[in-house]
């Protein structure tokens, strides 16, 4: 039988954490296959990021065809897409493509180096966020994007309108970067789900943002509705944060393995 299928358009992280080898690692933890565009390509480690180079428009438009033509695709996941140019060409073929999308506006890495031209946050806002089931930002792409900064969970409901005032059917506002619990909002602007973890004292959390996204992708290909879907996907990277381990000399990544190991 054929598992569900799930597409990522995103960047390759050389250091395996993050971006398309983290979306990859998800899927397949999760039951299902996952395939692959790579908009850009990093070298890229536990202390940062050294450079990155995007790949040709018609690299990704090909790629893009060549998956969705011959084997279709159930969710796509889209991550680091690092230039107005190419969001505007993968929104344009996200919108012709009959499947639930699942937007992680990467803006910044977990060591606050940038990862997407400020030249393309209007491509972001205007394009891409218009064509998402979910999109999932933290809350410093929400103060990138909206230019509403939240310091508390009261701030997490404005940040939610001021994104879904951009198009997008379903918002998750991440509230990792507060204090106390890891606390979450999910809204459509009419039903609400906070959703609350305890935090794990662990630093090593590199691919958190790519997971968690993945993780959800993987939840609509199955078939569940996006609550579900982001609620299965909210307990799997809680695990990964908590197993996340030392890999080099800076941030190591979460575990995508956790639940085989333990």
């Known amino acids: 039988m054929t598992p569900p299928l799930v597409l990522t358009v995103a960047g390759s992280d050389s250091g395996g954490g993050a971006g398309i080898q983290a979306d990859l690692k998800t899927m397949l933890a999760l039951g299902t296959h996952g395939m692959s565009v790579i908009a850009a390509v990093t070298a890229q480690n536990s202390r940062g990021v050294q450079g990155y180079w995007e790949l040709p428009v018609e690299a990704v438009r090909a790629q893009y065809r060549s998956v969705v033509d011959d084997i279709g695709v159930q969710a796509v996941k889209t991550g680091m897409l690092a230039s107005a140019q190419l969001v505007e060409t993968v929104a344009g073929l996200l919108a012709a493509t009959d499947a639930p999308v699942v937007v992680d506006p990467v803006g910044v890495s977990k060591h606050g180096d940038s990862l997407l031209a ?36 009261s701030g997490m409901r404005r940040a939610a309108d001021a994104v879904l005032a951009f198009g997008p059917r379903w918002v998750l506002i991440k509230g990792g970067h507060l204090t106390g619990d890891a606390v979450d909002l999910l809204t459509d602007g009419t039903a609400e789900h906070w ?68």
């Open 118 to 153: 400020r030249s393309a946050l209007d491509s972001v806002r205007h394009r891409l966020l218009p064509v998402a089931t979910v999109a999932t930002p933290n809350l410093d792409e929400v103060a990138q994007l909206t230019g509403v900064e939240v310091s508390g969970e």
């Open 195 to 262: 959703l609350r973890a305890p935090r794990h004292d662990n630093r090593h959390t590199h691919g958190t943002g790519c997971t968690l996204a993945s993780a959800i992708a993987a939840g609509l290909a199955k078939g569940l509705g996006v609550p579900e879907a982001v609620s299965e996907a909210k307990e799997y990277v809680t695990g990964a944060i908590a197993a996340g381990f030392a890999l080099g000399e800076g941030i190591g990544p979460v575990d995508h393995g956790w639940r085989r190991r333990s």
